[in-house]
Structure formats: structure tokens, C-alpha cells
């Protein structure tokens, strides 16, 4: 479009739109073994960000969302849903075949597996409800096991009945493509509150936040981080019964000793 392309012809919808096929599919994905996903069951996410910090893999902790239910946790593999700025002339205004049904909306949901998470990238922007009632009870059907969205939702009086873990911004009256945003594409990489999530990597997500854990160092996280809780469990214990701070967080080497002591104590196999 030059200059001289009057107002009307963009209204009435005869400029071209560019040549996009809406929504984009990514490829398929391996998710992880069920056994990994049982073992990461009783990871925290807290200790699962500390691990992966260590381990020099620090943007994990997805900022903003926040539980919809307390007490509530998540493990599992991720799918993926990215919102993308609207734009007149590929996905509103005048592009009305493409209707939030014919969307990466409604398509990521026939990709649900049981056992997934859904992760999805809507800039937090509060006049944009990625998801409602119906299309979160089809997911619950399907057997996802919880959603982290960097962004809002809407018919919340309806969807706490639905008993789904929720990490959410928050929540809006508004649909989906009803401000500036338009459901894009799935099964692709996206940025959930700047941090890179890649379907198929895993969802840890309880009271203290959602974390992403990339699905090649997952079986390692499992490992440490299971032995990591297990001597905070040692440690807390010894510290109720009034021990030393310094020796027992975290512990020191006569600390550790004791420690392994115990531990041979309770698994004598």
C-alpha cells in the first residue's frame, strides 16, 4: 500500500493481505517419559529453579502468573500457544475468515495429550482473555493437567468450579481477539513472560511460581534435585530440634556426615 491508498479501500477489505496461512503449526514433539514426569512429582519449584542455576540455566522462573488455586502443583509436558499483535490486514478489521475458531486457539487444543501443560505467551496484557470456560473444560476432558498463561482468562466464576490449576495474570471480561492481540500459532517456541519455553519441555508450577525445566536436562534435575530435598528434609528436621544454622544450612561437612548417616538409617538397602 503506497500513500495514495485511500482509507475506504482498507475498511472495505479489498487490499491484499500478505500471504500467511493461519495457524501456524509447529512440529511434533516428544514429551517425556511418565516415569520422569512421577520422579519430578516431588520437586519443588524452587529447588528445580536453584538446581538449574547451578547449572548455569537461569532464565527458567516465569514472573507474573500467579496460582489461581493455592495449595495446588503441576508436572508435566508442554504444549504450547503463542498470541501475537493484532494487524488489520492479516488477522482483524478486514480479515474476517479468520475467526478466533479457525485459530491456533482452538487447533492447540486437539493436540492435547494426557499429562500436558499448556503454556501460552499474551504479553500480560489485560484486555486479552487467551481462554474461557469452554475451551478450559475441553482441556481438563482431554486430560491436560494445568495451564501457566503470561496473560489473563475470563469466566472465572465458571472455570474455578472446573477444579483446573491455573497460573494466570489474572482475569478480564474480554475474549480473546477482542483488543490487540490474536491467537497466532502453537506447538512452537514462545516467550512466556521472557523466558523461552520449547514444547516438550516440562512445567513445574506450585505456590512459589511456575519454572521451566528444558526436557534434555530433566532426567539430571530429577536426580539432584530429588537428593537436594531429601537433605532439607534432614536439615529442617534437625533445625525444629534447635541444631546449628551453620552446620545444617546447608550443611556442613560434619553436617553431611550426620546426614549420610541418617540416610543409610532410613533406606538400610
Request: with cysteine; hydrophobic share 40%; glycine share 8%.
Amino acid at each position: 500500500m503506497n500513500n495514495n491508498t485511500p482509507l475506504s479501500t482498507i475498511a472495505s477489505g479489498t487490499i491484499a493481505r500478505p500471504d500467511i496461512t493461519l495457524p501456524i503449526q509447529g512440529p511434533d514433539f516428544q514429551r517425556s517419559d511418565p516415569a520422569l514426569i512421577e520422579q519430578l512429582r516431588g520437586v519443588s519449584s524452587a529447588t528445580a529453579s536453584a538446581m538449574m542455576h547451578r547449572m548455569g540455566i537461569r532464565q527458567t522462573f516465569i514472573e507474573g502468573p500467579k496460582t489461581a488455586q493455592p495449595g495446588t502443583k503441576i508436572v508435566g509436558s508442554i504444549l504450547t500457544l503463542q498470541f501475537m499483535p493484532q494487524r488489520e490486514d492479516v488477522a482483524s478489521g478486514i480479515a474476517q475468515e479468520y475467526s478466533e475458531k479457525y485459530s491456533a486457539l482452538w487447533a492447540v487444543f486437539e493436540k492435547v495429550m494426557p499429562g500436558d501443560v499448556l503454556a501460552i505467551q499474551a504479553y500480560g496484557d489485560p484486555y486479552t482473555g487467551c481462554l474461557g470456560e469452554m475451551l478450559i473444560t475441553y482441556f481438563k476432558a482431554q486430560g491436560g493437567v494445568g495451564i501457566v498463561a503470561d496473560g489473563y482468562i475470563r469466566d472465572w466464576p465458571h472455570v474455578q468450579k472446573i477444579d483446573l490449576p491455573l497460573w494466570v495474570r489474572g482475569f478480564t471480561p474480554n475474549y480473546a481477539s477482542q483488543s490487540t492481540l490474536f491467537p497466532w500459532a502453537y506447538n512452537v517456541p514462545i516467550a512466556c513472560s521472557r523466558v523461552l519455553v520449547l514444547p516438550g519441555d516440562i512445567m513445574i508450577a506450585d505456590d512459589d511460581g511456575a519454572v521451566v525445566i528444558p526436557r534434555q536436562i530433566a532426567p539430571e534435575i530429577a536426580r539432584h534435585t530429588l537428593e537436594h530435598e531429601d537433605w532439607e528434609a534432614f536439615s529442617r528436621m534437625r533445625l525444629q530440634e534447635g541444631g546449628a544454622l551453620l552446620k545444617y544450612y546447608p550443611l556442613n561437612p560434619e553436617g553431611r556426615q550426620e546426614y549420610e548417616a541418617w540416610r543409610q538409617q532410613q533406606n538400610p538397602e
